[in-house]
């Protein structure tokens, strides 16, 4: 493959845009470049999209140039240096993935606009939206994270069943454990704090106090002869007492205080009075107001969802496993975020993360139908070589945005998929990952209780309703002609 040119590529996306004066911000995001422009009327969206290296655009709350891996960095990097901009990272596994197949250019500039003509159509801009979308700013850098702490200590779990059941033995084991575990305890130890520095920067707060703000939750000063009254129930503050849901709003609102006194103190003495002041009242606040209310939401939410699952079974795995897909479709999904982590944070595992992969699972398994029925449509066939191998890795866009969703039937019946799969996972009951972040066969190793058998079975199961119920009724009479299909 002929390398780009990223500094030439840079210079002329720059000379569509309206210049370097017209960009306020640059984020690399793996494979595009997310811009914040200043005046959109100085964009040239068709003449950016004709220049030699890029893939498609998309236009959302920010412009987003579609690069591909490895070159979006470098472009990135260049147009910083072009504008003497810092370039932000925004490192999201889940967009644009289909970028490593073989028909980069058709599929990958299908899927970007498709998803931007659906997201078009349900107000992105709005306010409900904008909150979905901060959530998931703050979790994407963590995710890797997740992934990473999350198999380690999956794997840590597998090696401490094997030492209490004696198949193994000796203190080299004993050692090894210990620091997975130590590496995982890392990352879950001290999430609060990271939340609570992401959550600054995306309510454009000063990240340090954030920080400070998510360490609070922990209490460690707090002694127990001593101990913080929760103010409506008059028992004792318990460290983490509200978790992740209460450090969000609670830098929320110390980014409001903060922007509030930087208006009327003198500049002379701001670093000095604003980080006290905010930091003492924000203290304040959290202690005896958001740690018991969103202590008692959040216990109250994990037991709510726990119970659906527990009462529900197998019922209630096929109406979430049947809804994710359009919840995916909407943006919504990234509001169950904070209920994962408060799940894995109360109970050790989140069992609801299993259940909505099946989602995933429906569309492959509609995907292979189709490409069984389709054979003699080629460019349809192709789109769904390039999607399919990272729809097996739980990587859903791809799919939806530029094979199913258009279609139209094939979406639905991805979704029945999705809910059988579902079904069998609330059957069985007690299936939970260890960290969020994969979903497909990549979430097998986060399985806990060494119950992968039954999250397989599960896969299987969505793999085949999607399949068959797509294979008799959701395949579209047009899809199946020789000539290309219009997606």
């Known amino acids: 493959m002929v390398k780009q040119d990223e500094k030439r590529i840079a210079k002329e996306i720059y000379e569509q845009i309206g210049g370097t004066h017209n960009v306020n911000s640059l984020i690399n995001c793996m494979t595009r470049v997310r811009i914040d422009v200043k005046d959109f009327s100085q964009v040239n969206d068709q003449k950016v999209k004709q220049v030699n290296g890029v893939l498609g655009t998309v236009k ?6 579609i690069l591909g891996p490895g070159l979006a960095a470098k472009v990135a990097n260049e147009m910083g240096t072009l504008a003497d901009i810092a370039v932000e990272e925004e490192g999201s596994p889940s967009e644009d993935q289909a970028l490593f197949s073989k028909d980069i250019n058709n599929l990958d500039q299908l899927t970007a606009e498709n998803k931007a003509a659906q997201k078009g159509k349900h107000n992105p801009q709005s306010p409900f939206k904008k909150v979905l979308r901060s959530i998931a700013s703050i979790f994407i850098p963590l995710i890797p994270a997740f992934v990473g702490a999350g198999i380690i200590g999956g794997i840590a779990s ?99 205080v903060e922007k509030q006194l930087r208006k009327f103190i003198p500049n002379s003495i701001d670093i000095i009075i604003t980080p006290t002041i905010t930091l003492l009242t924000v203290g304040l606040v959290t202690i005896f107001l958001i740690m018991p209310l969103a202590g008692f939401v959040s216990a109250n939410l994990v037991g709510f969802i726990s119970w659906i699952l527990s009462v529900g079974g197998a019922f209630a795995g096929f109406v979430l496993g049947s809804l994710f897909l359009p919840m995916v479709m909407f943006g919504l999904h990234q509001i169950l975020t904070p209920v994962h982590v408060t799940m894995i944070e109360q109970t050790g595992s989140t069992q609801l993360l299993p259940i909505l992969a099946m989602a995933g699972a429906g569309q492959v398994g509609a995907a292979l139908a189709l490409w069984v029925k389709v054979r003699k449509n080629k460019q349809l066939v192709t789109m769904i070589k390039g999607a399919l191998p990272v729809g097996i890795l739980g990587i859903g866009e791809p799919l939806i945005y530029a094979v199913t969703l258009p279609l139209g039937k094939p979406f639905i019946t991805a979704c029945i998929g999705g809910g059988i799969g579902g079904a069998v996972i609330g059957l069985f009951g007690g299936v939970g990952a260890s960290a969020i972040g994969p979903s497909g066969v990549a979430l097998i190793p986060l399985i806990v209780n060494n119950l992968w058998w039954a999250y397989v079975l599960g896969l299987l199961a969505a793999y085949a309703g999607g399949f068959v119920a797509t294979y008799l009724f959701g395949v579209p009479k047009e899809a199946m002609e020789p000539s290309s299909v219009s997606l």
Request: aromatic fraction near 12%; glycine fraction near 14%; hydrophobic fraction near 50%.
């Open 158 to 256: 597998i090696f401490t069943n094997l030492l209490t059941a004696g198949v193994i033995a000796g203190e080299n084991w004993e050692y090894m454990v210990s620091i997975a575990g130590l590496i995982q305890g890392a990352l879950f130890g001290f999430l609060n704090i990271y939340v609570g520095i992401n959550a600054a920067k995306v309510f454009k707060a000063t990240e340090g106090l954030g920080g400070i703000v998510g360490g609070m939750i922990y209490l460690t000063s707090i002694s127990e002869d001593l101990p913080l009254p929760n103010i409506f129930t008059g028992e004792a503050l318990t460290a983490n007492q509200g978790g992740i849901i209460g450090v969000i709003f609670a830098v929320w609102i110390l980014s409001l």
């Open 60 to 65: 959302e709350d920010t412009y987003q140039i």
